[in-house]
């Protein structure tokens, strides 16, 4: 485990599991739940809705003779592809101060001032994937992102950072409620930053990503 951490730092990151010789389990320090489209707002309007359009796609020779030959059919691939539009949901957590320490001795492996810089290209990595959702089909279907709002919490001690669901009409307030009790047990001990746009929320992050200060020598 010390060898895989010292000398592979996406695999410090990312996770991974080694089966050849002795089963060796690293897990990701990033976790990200489904990206859920909301279904309705409260009057029971849909907020998300699918859709099958059609396409013709010119098809390569070698497949003509299988769908037709040199006519129209054989010239031309035709299909549905969908698409989707409305407002999605996202959940993700950071677990940096992972970064570097080995998960069966529970010491760290790696010297603070590397692992800080890991720890700066997760945080700056989800601000791009927040800038640049990347996936499947992402050529012909490059999303139209129209706004961003939610909350980045983040905590400076063994208590988690609350994180609350954005499918809740009110998760803003529940998370702020819930830092309010944490701080109640270590003050200052978590902090919360609410944001209604793409470039405050890219913003935050860069400012965690700016000011870490992560434990161990």
Request: glycine share 12%; proline share 5%.
């Amino acid at each position: 485990m010390s060898k895989i951490l010292t000398d592979c730092s996406l695999t410090d990151l990312a996770g991974t599991l080694v089966t050849r010789g002795r089963s060796v389990g690293r897990k990701s320090v990033v976790e990200f739940g489904w990206v859920v489209g909301l279904p309705e707002d409260g009057n029971g309007q849909p907020l998300t809705t699918t859709e099958q359009y059609f396409h013709v796609k010119y098809a390569p020779e070698g497949r003509e003779a299988a769908t037709g030959g040199q006519t129209v059919a054989g010239k031309q691939a035709i299909f549905h592809r969908p698409a989707s539009s409305g407002i999605y949901a996202l959940i993700c957590n950071l677990d940096l101060y992972r970064i570097g320490l080995n998960d069966i001795t529970r010491k760290y492996v790696v010297d603070k001032a590397n692992r800080t810089t890991r720890a700066k290209a997760v945080v700056h990595a989800l601000a791009s994937t927040i800038l640049k959702p990347t996936g499947a089909q992402r050529n012909t279907q490059n999303p139209h992102i129209v706004g961003c709002e939610g909350v980045v919490s983040f905590s400076s001690t063994s208590l988690p950072a609350p994180t609350v669901s954005p499918l809740n009409d009110n998760y803003q307030d529940q998370i702020r409620q819930v830092a309010g009790v944490l701080n109640g047990i270590r003050k200052d001990g978590v902090t919360v930053q609410t944001f209604d746009s793409l470039a405050a929320g890219v913003g935050a992050l860069a400012g965690i990503a700016k000011g870490l200060d992560l434990p161990g020598d």
